[in-house]
T-cell receptor
Framework: GQQLNQSPQSMFIQEGEDVSMNCTSS?????WLWYKQDPGEGPVLLIA?????ELTSNGRLTAQFGITRKDSFLNISASIPSDVGIYFC???????????????FGQGTILTVHP | GAGVSQSPRYKVAKRGQDVALRCDPI?????LFWYQQALGQGPEFLTY????????KSGLPSDRFFAERPEGSVSTLKIQRTQQEDSAVYLC??????????????FGSGTQLSVL
C-alpha cells in the first residue's frame, strides 16, 4: 500500500528555535495535511494543502505542498513549550473523483521543546 | 458535547473476548471514520460511513472486525475473539459532507484497547 516516510522521527530543541520536518511518498497525493497529537488525545488538524506548490501559514506554522505532489514540509518558528507533541503528515489521493477522509498517515515526528 | 466522543476510554480484554467500542460524532456530521493507531505509529484507516451506509471497509484487518452505524449517527466498532495484535488505540473521526473540505477530520480521544 501507500507509504508516507516522515522525518525526523524525533527532535529535541530549545524554546525559541525553529523546527522543520518533512514527509515524502512513493506515490502522488492530491491533498496533504499536518496534524498534531497530544498524549491521550486524537490528532488535531493544523494545516491543509490542496494544490501543488501551495504554501500556507497558520500562525507560527508554515507548510508547503511539494511540486511533485510526493512531498510536504512543516516549519514551526520560534517554538514554545506547548508545541510539544507528535506531528503527523497525512495524504489523501483522489479515488475515482471521490474525495473523502481516507487518509494515509506518516509515522510521526516527536517534538520535545526545552524551556 | 461539541466534539467527537468515544467510550470507553480504556478497555482491557482477555484474549478471545468480544469488545464493542462506541463513537458519538459531532452533531450533523454525515461522514464517520474509524482508524486504528498502534503504539508509536500513525493512525491507519479502517472504515468509512456516509450516514448509515458503510461505503468503504477496506481497512478492516479481518472478518473479526465489524462496524455499524444503523441510524446514521452513533457508530459501534465490534471486535470478535480479540487477539493480542488487536491492542491499539481506536480513533473515531467525523466530518461534514463538503467534498472540498471533508478531509478535515475531527478526531475523538480514542479508546485504548489492551488484549491480555
Amino acid at each position: 500500500g501507500q507509504q508516507l516516510n516522515q522525518s525526523p522521527q524525533s527532535m529535541f530543541i530549545q524554546e525559541g528555535e525553529d523546527v522543520s520536518m518533512n514527509c515524502t511518498s512513493s506515490s502522488i497525493f492530491n491533498t496533504w495535511l499536518w496534524y498534531k497529537q497530544d498524549p491521550g488525545e486524537g490528532p488535531v488538524l493544523l494545516i491543509a494543502l490542496y494544490k501543488a506548490g501551495e504554501l500556507t501559514s497558520n500562525g507560527r506554522l508554515t507548510a508547503q505542498f511539494g511540486i511533485t505532489r510526493k512531498d510536504s514540509f512543516l516549519n514551526i518558528s520560534a517554538s514554545i513549550p506547548s508545541d510539544v507533541g507528535i506531528y503527523f503528515c497525512a495524504g489523501q489521493p483522489n479515488a475515482g473523483g471521490t474525495s473523502y477522509g481516507k487518509l494515509t498517515f506518516g509515522q510521526g515526528t516527536i517534538l520535545t521543546v526545552h524551556p | 458535547g461539541a466534539g467527537v466522543s468515544q467510550s470507553p476510554r480504556y478497555k482491557v480484554a482477555k484474549r478471545g473476548q468480544d469488545v464493542a467500542l462506541r463513537c458519538d460524532p459531532i452533531s450533523g456530521h454525515v461522514s464517520l471514520f474509524w482508524y486504528q493507531q498502534a503504539l508509536g505509529q500513525g493512525p491507519e484507516f479502517l472504515t468509512y460511513f456516509q450516514n448509515e451506509a458503510q461505503l468503504d471497509k477496506s481497512g478492516l484487518p479481518s472478518d473479526r472486525f465489524f462496524a455499524e452505524r444503523p441510524e446514521g449517527s452513533v457508530s459501534t466498532l465490534k471486535i470478535q475473539r480479540t487477539q493480542q495484535e488487536d491492542s491499539a488505540v481506536y480513533l473515531c473521526a467525523s466530518s461534514t459532507v463538503d467534498s472540498a473540505t471533508n478531509e478535515k477530520l475531527f478526531f475523538g480521544s480514542g479508546t485504548q484497547l489492551s488484549v491480555l
